[in-house]
């Protein structure tokens, strides 16, 4: 299934109530595809200050041969993921007199995304937004889904919406300026699909690992427009994260946690590497996932180059504080998605996560 | 249609995906009916310092024998609606580690509602809300409708979401607390309901003005009851004023503008009011109106001693340019929805909203 398909530039998935267009080369038709999707008096189009220098000239020259544009720089990084930088952009935005015609659009990787979404879904309560992923991490999952968010002193994503995009542009060629490390820790997600939904598509990314790390743009079209099939068909089914969502937070929930005590010093990719390992463990140890799930999952990971391990400099009693203040926890009790074996995710009657005591947590992160 | 019916205690309105429940002495069971319509393991209750003290410690106490609750309290009025409040009761929130099972309670007027719906839309992407308003004007309108938000320095809820409550509980016993020009002022929004939909309704709340300002519950109750029925049924028609839902808007183009200019020193109410005068005025100067529709609100509106003309200190360019930061506007173009008569609006097509370029406005404005 992953292949070289030179011949074919443009594939769309349908998300539900909008496309994701992935192609090589799509950038030369952004602004046909932002005004098609969503026809707007004004496009105000954010980015940060790694991705705009690249690419946010372009765009927004493009936009303004059909309607007003401008353009709105953050900071790059994680910190800048704040109310603060939503506040400041949604006041840009208000002394440019932008109205309900106007349309975000998110230049960037999950930052970008998050925070521009996040702008969209609460100006003058609810603008479209058309996300366009610059990250291996963001084309393959961020971008989807419709979540938007900034964090807080207290966590990542504490803060935010549902707002789902008007559409997705993914150009792959775009991804040959992003550094290898981000290109590895954006396939820790495509493996979680694999575990989470397809037990072939894990397999063909683990035989595919040396093509997509050094940037083959087919092979990685390939993988990304599996991913976002995956994500949305899952997505579609369970907008809201009341059931089988919860199968995409697999590796999250320690994940998450490692991501915050580290201080965001590790990349969210190789954090939810981390928390994939540890979490299938604890699947294991509660009897819920075949024997030898976890290291089925670490070699690949391993192969990626991918961290393993917690690194020991973090604390595991931090680590598992952090769980608790984590979105999924229910009355103070912290609830993960656990795979069965590659490829399926323990339904657990239809509720898709299950309750675990900080026991067997404990062990596990030992 | 509004008579006193002692005999019914509770009415019950269904807004579509919520109940509108609307009571003499309700107060007793909002635990009952709260944990009913949105079982949680924390309830928030978020109220302002006039309302706390009359109402807070009873339902907390009521709330506390279902499950964990809290009380937060931010400064009464208009001008703490803000982003900064927002920002504070989502951090006490955080602090108290309220997860996503947690349900805020908003306890107060239309300030309460607006940022208190506006915290629980934000709050770990949407948490559900209770709406419990305790002035007039929130019973008649602002807590049905899903609309939130907070203001900004360049206009009244230019920062929000759409969501929905998870149910509304008012209790017309408690506006006996309520100053009389806040009576008056709510009742400015039930005139409005009829002028858009419902002439007799209209000609009803004339008959019973008296009866209304000083308060008598059984009269406010049928009051309540049908204007909630009237705003209920157009909010679930076009839950996201695409359409229908802009005849709501019908004196709030003019009447914003003029509370913005006015700095918040006149209370909503009074500004609808007189923004209802002027734009019948300007449907009747663009042959939309039949003559004499603005004559016959002003007169209702006066024998309510509401106000009927723009105060001669608010300068009417700047009313004008006020118009001009709305929501409403498209493509830098002032909306209006306007009625062709006492209980109709003009559809436009089904636009329901008319562009009205400035120079009709500045007329009405003189």
Redesign the interface.
């Known amino acids: 299934m992953i292949a070289a398909a030179a011949h074919e530039t443009v594939r769309t998935v349908d998300a539900g109530s909008y496309a994701v267009h992935i192609g090589r080369g799509l950038r030369r038709d952004f602004a046909t595809h932002i005004v098609a999707a969503t026809r707007a008096?004004r496009y105000a189009v954010v980015s940060d200050a790694n991705v705009a220098p690249l690419f946010a000239d372009a765009l927004v020259a493009e936009l303004e041969g059909h309607a007003l544009a401008s353009l709105h720089v953050i900071g790059a990084g994680e910190e800048h993921k704040t109310?603060d930088t939503w506040?400041r952009v949604?006041?840009e935005l208000?002394?440019l007199?932008c109205?309900?015609?106007t349309t975000v659009v998110a230049l960037g990787g999950g930052v970008v995304g998050d925070l521009a979404g996040?702008v969209a879904?609460?100006?003058?309560?609810?603008i479209p937004v058309v996300q366009i992923p610059t990250s291996l991490l963001a084309m393959i999952d961020a971008s989807v889904g419709g979540?938007?968010?900034v964090d807080?002193a207290?966590g990542k994503?504490?803060?935010?919406?549902?707002h789902p995009p008007a559409a997705v542009l993914a150009d792959v060629e775009m991804l040959s300026s992003l550094p290898i490390a981000h290109r590895r820790a954006g396939l820790a997600e495509a493996i979680k699909h694999g575990v989470i939904a397809d037990r072939s598509y894990f397999t063909a990314i683990d035989h595919a690992l040396s093509a997509l790390i050094e940037g083959d743009p087919d092979v990685t079209l390939d993988v990304v427009a599996r991913s976002v099939e995956l994500k949305a068909e899952v997505v579609r089914s369970d907008m809201?994260?009341g059931g089988r969502r919860k199968t995409l937070n697999f590796g999250h929930t320690l994940g998450h946690a490692i991501e915050q005590v580290s201080g965001y010093s590790l990349l969210h990719g190789e954090c939810v590497a981390i928390g994939m390992v540890l979490e299938a463990r604890l699947a294991e140890r509660l009897g819920i996932a075949e024997d030898g799930t976890a290291r089925v999952i670490e070699a690949v990971l391993a192969r990626a180059a991918l961290p393993i391990e917690r690194p020991k400099a973090l604390d595991a009693g931090a680590v598992l504080g952090a769980t608790?203040?984590d979105?999924?926890?229910?009355?103070?009790v912290v609830e993960y998605a656990l795979p069965t074996r590659i490829g399926a995710m323990d339904e657990c009657g239809g509720a898709w996560s299950v309750a675990v005591g900080d026991e067997h947590v404990r062990e596990v992160l030992r």
């Open positions: 008096h109310r506040l949604t006041d208000l002394a007199g109205g309900r015609d996040f879904s609460t100006y003058m309560r609810g979540k938007t968010g807080t207290m994503n504490l803060v935010g919406t549902f809201r994260e608790h203040r979105k999924k926890s229910r009355a103070g």
